[in-house]
C-alpha cells in the first residue's frame, strides 16, 4: 500500500504557488522506484499510475485553489491506455499537467487525445539522458524540470545558467527541483529562473495538512 504526498511549486517572482506535485510513499518504506519496476513486470503499470492519478485529483479538491496545478508522474504504458476518454476524474483537464521523461518514445505515443481538451506536460529529469533534445523538440512541454544535479557549485558558466533563458525563447516554463537552501534560491533568483521546487520551499505532506492549514498553508520562512 502507499500514501501520496504533495510538494509545492514555487514562483519565486510573484511568491505564490503555482501547483503541487503528487508523490506516491509506499507505507513499507521501499522505494517509489522499485515499486514502479514491480508493477512494469507484472504487467500493472497502467493501473497503478490511474490509481494514483483519480486519488490525487480527488484529494487536491479539497485544498487546490483557482488556477494551480495538479503534477502527476505518469509511466509511458499509462499514456498508451483508452481509458482517458472520456475524461472521468475530479480535477478539470486544464488543471493537470502530466510529468514523463524523456524515457518514454513519443514517436509511439499519441498525445494530442490529452493537448486536446487542455491537459500540459512536463519534461521531468531533463538532461539526464541523451535525448533529451529530441525530446524536448517533440513534446514541446508547458514545463521543463530539471534536478538538482545541476545546482552543483551554483556556476554561472554551467548548462543551468546557460538554458534557463533559453527555456523562455522556447516557451517552456522551467521548474528547478531540489532547491535546499538559500543560497541555491538566491543563484536561481541571479540566473533569473522563476519556478523551483525543494525542501527548502516546501517539504512534501498529506493533503491533510493542506486543508487544515487553509488560508496559512502557504505560510514560509524563505518567503
Known amino acids: 500500500m502507499y500514501k501520496i504526498a504533495y510538494q509545492p511549486i514555487w514562483d519565486i517572482v510573484n511568491q505564490m504557488v503555482i501547483g503541487y506535485e503528487a508523490l506516491m510513499r509506499p507505507l513499507d518504506?521501499?522505494?517509489?522506484?522499485?515499486?514502479?519496476?514491480?508493477?512494469?513486470?507484472?504487467?500493472?503499470?497502467?493501473?497503478?499510475?490511474?490509481?494514483?492519478?483519480?486519488q490525487a485529483m480527488e484529494d487536491c479538491q479539497g485544498f487546490l485553489r483557482?488556477?494551480?496545478?495538479?503534477?502527476?508522474?505518469?509511466?509511458?504504458?499509462?499514456?498508451?491506455?483508452?481509458?482517458?476518454?472520456?475524461?472521468?476524474?475530479?480535477?478539470?483537464?486544464?488543471?493537470?499537467?502530466i510529468e514523463i521523461?524523456?524515457?518514454?518514445?513519443?514517436?509511439?505515443?499519441?498525445?494530442?487525445?490529452?493537448?486536446?481538451?487542455?491537459?500540459q506536460f512536463a519534461l521531468d529529469d531533463f538532461g539526464t539522458g541523451m535525448s533529451n533534445l529530441l525530446?524536448?523538440?517533440?513534446?514541446?512541454?508547458?514545463f521543463v524540470k530539471m534536478n538538482r544535479?545541476?545546482?552543483?557549485?551554483?556556476?554561472?558558466?554551467?548548462?543551468?545558467?546557460?538554458?534557463?533563458?533559453?527555456?523562455?525563447?522556447?516557451?517552456?516554463?522551467?521548474?528547478?527541483?531540489?532547491?535546499?537552501?538559500?543560497?541555491?534560491?538566491?543563484?536561481?533568483?541571479?540566473i533569473r529562473v522563476r519556478y523551483v521546487q525543494g525542501f527548502y520551499t516546501g517539504r512534501p505532506a498529506p493533503a491533510q495538512d493542506y486543508i487544515a492549514k487553509g488560508n496559512h498553508r502557504y505560510a514560509s520562512g524563505w518567503a
Open 29 to 54: 518504506g521501499s522505494s517509489p522506484v522499485d515499486v514502479i519496476e514491480q508493477h512494469r513486470r507484472k504487467g500493472t503499470i497502467a493501473a497503478l499510475d490511474q490509481t494514483l492519478m483519480r
Open 135 to 142: 525530446a524536448l523538440e517533440r513534446l514541446k512541454p508547458a
Open 101 to 119: 521523461t524523456e524515457r518514454a518514445c513519443l514517436d509511439e505515443l499519441d498525445l494530442n487525445k490529452f493537448l486536446n481538451i487542455g491537459v
Open 149 to 190: 544535479e545541476f545546482l552543483a557549485g551554483h556556476d554561472d558558466s554551467g548548462v543551468l545558467a546557460l538554458l534557463a533563458e533559453q527555456f523562455v525563447r522556447f516557451g517552456s516554463k522551467l521548474i528547478v527541483e531540489g532547491v535546499e537552501s538559500e543560497s541555491d534560491l538566491a543563484f536561481l533568483r541571479h
Open 66 to 97: 483557482a488556477g494551480e496545478l495538479l503534477m502527476v508522474n505518469t509511466e509511458p504504458e499509462t499514456l498508451s491506455e483508452a481509458v482517458w476518454d472520456p475524461w472521468e476524474y475530479a480535477l478539470k483537464p486544464n488543471q493537470v499537467v
